[in-house]
């Protein structure tokens, strides 16, 4: 829960590097959110309304992990605009958000897995 709340308090940082753990963790805790949303409102036959203010509340802080994410792979953030290619561009940004991080310092700052 630690790294779901660390992402939110950088809510619009796009700068610097973040580890596979953070954004894998942002990730899911914000899936397990959407759908437990999702739940509540199929229960009652909601319009869907919970889960699209939830999707606008986090929109910003997902891009910003998500280009810290790449900054640690030793990518520009602007990479994240390939998604919007259907399938392809899908499985590119997956590869490069599995990857490892980039050993060492790089024009986006110092390795984080160096500095825990």
Known sequence: M?????????????????RR???WMFFL?????????GFIEGIFKGPGVLGGLYSLAVLVPSIAVGARRLHDTGRR????????IPVI???VILVFLVQDSQAGENPY????????
């Open 2 to 18: 630690n790294w779901y709340l660390d992402v939110l308090k950088k809510y619009a940082v796009f700068t610097g590097r973040a």
């Open 21 to 23: 753990t953070e954004y």
């Open 29 to 37: 805790f914000n899936f397990i959110i959407a759908f437990v949303l």
């Open 77 to 84: 953030g602007w990479w994240l605009l390939i998604s919007l």
């Open 89 to 91: 561009g899908t499985i």
């Open 109 to 116: 700052g110092p390795n984080p897995k160096a500095t825990v």
